[in-house]
């Protein structure tokens, strides 16, 4: 993809020197950048380099050992994630952000009806009409492509393209401003997985959303993100526009991933 929307306005999210220890074992060391309104970032690098640590830093669950994490609200005011009480974090998590697991069911309430999958969202968010709700949830299942005619069945019978399509739906529908994927088409077949990632890339260009998506598929990147982080070892080793890291990797160790050398 080419140029991000970025705006005037301050980043909506700042990493700054983001470490993280399991113990002796590191989880990612000082990871750094800047985040606009808008603008897709892949993070992507091998198994075990950091990229769900960062992910789990960045969405305040898991709290750093060193760093922080500035934030700008709704009201325009940038907050330090550490600072926010747990339920000014709750409701960031209902209602300005989206998180969409590689696995489908880590996202979704497996025993309700697709269509309440959604509307619990709406009504976390404090909707309370029945009609409109349903109509919301209605809406969004034909957006992700999902026959409106399931909605009340539960996402158990659905194929894991739908599931996915429909986690999706339920982290859409109270019109985040950022969103964080782990590996969203990690888990689908291959001919599932170009479905769902152009849907995902015309949902988030419409929405003019921010996002952060955990990848190992370069494709991945390449298709939905403007900007590309490159990690290694827990250290990000090189970053930049998404053609030009790509097309042109600097470190070695990018080269080789976009050689395809490296196993995923
Ligand atoms: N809960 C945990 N306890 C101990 N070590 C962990 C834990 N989670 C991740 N790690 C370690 O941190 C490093 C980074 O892991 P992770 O962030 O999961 O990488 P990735 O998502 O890129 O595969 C790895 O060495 C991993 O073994
Ligand atoms: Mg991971």
Known sequence: M?????DDDPPLLVAEGLTKWYGQRLGCRDVSFALYQGEVLAVVGESGSGKSTLLQLLSAQLAPDAGR???????????DLATLSEAERRFLFRTDWGYVHQDSRLGLRM??????????RLMAVGWRHYGRIR???ASWLDRVEIDPD?????????????????????NLVTDPRLVFMDEPTGGLDVSVQARVLDLLRGIVAELGLAAVIVT?????ARLLAHRILVMKGGAVIETGLTDQ????????????????ILPP
């Open 2 to 6: 080419t140029a991000a929307l970025v």
């Open 69 to 79: 994490i500035c934030y700008r609200m709704r009201d325009g005011v940038t907050r």
């Open 111 to 120: 025993t309700v009806s697709a269509g309440a999958n959604v509307g619990e």
């Open 135 to 137: 109509a919301s949830a």
């Open 150 to 170: 399931r909605i009340d069945e539960t996402p158990g019978g659905y194929s894991g393209g739908m599931r996915q399509r429909l986690q999706i739906a339920r």
């Open 216 to 220: 190992h598929d370069l494709a991945v």
């Open 245 to 260: 890291v790509l097309d042109d990797p600097q470190a070695p160790y990018t080269q080789l991933l976009v050689s395809s």
